[in-house]
């Protein structure tokens, strides 16, 4: 993955952005929307619509967590996933949702069997 910088319309500044890994030959088609993944989303944006990746701040969340690339203040909590059949991190992604950083599933936080710790 290369990192690069980009300009966000929607809070006025440069921004980081992530690219996959280009592809080693011309008959590839150029990198979508789809792939990229802005590292800055969060607080700052102002919009129900990222322009960098063309989908809502959440989902540029969820991309991001699926993408290995990990955001250092973004919320963590242990919980069950049942795809993964384990205890495992999941991020959260907006108020409502949450991704498993292990397969990526995106589930409702109400839906989330939390583990809590030895303090907890």
């Given at each position: 993955?290369?990192?690069?910088?980009?300009?966000?319309?929607?809070?006025?500044?440069?921004?980081r952005i992530v690219l996959p890994d280009t592809p080693?030959?011309?008959?590839?088609?150029?990198?979508?929307?789809?792939?990229?993944?802005?590292?800055?989303?969060?607080?700052?944006?102002?919009?129900?619509?990222?322009?960098?990746?063309?989908?809502?701040?959440?989902?540029?969340?969820?991309?991001?967590?699926?993408?290995?690339?990990?955001?250092?203040?973004?919320?963590v909590v242990k919980a069950e996933c049942e795809r993964?059949?384990?205890?495992?991190?999941?991020?959260?992604?907006?108020?409502?949702?949450?991704?498993?950083?292990?397969?990526?599933?995106t589930v409702g936080r109400g839906d989330l069997t939390?583990?809590?710790?030895?303090?907890?």
């Open positions: 993955m290369e990192t690069h910088i980009a300009y966000c319309s929607a809070c006025d500044r440069d921004v080693m030959h011309d008959a590839q088609a150029p990198v979508t929307d789809g792939e990229i993944v802005c590292l800055e989303v969060g607080e700052r944006c102002t919009g129900a619509l990222c322009p960098i990746g063309a989908v809502s701040p959440t989902a540029m969340k969820v991309r991001r967590v699926r993408s290995g690339v990990r955001a250092v203040l973004q919320p993964c059949g384990r205890v495992t991190d999941y991020c959260i992604v907006s108020a409502e949702y949450a991704t498993c950083v292990d397969c990526g599933t939390l583990v809590l710790g030895r303090d907890g």
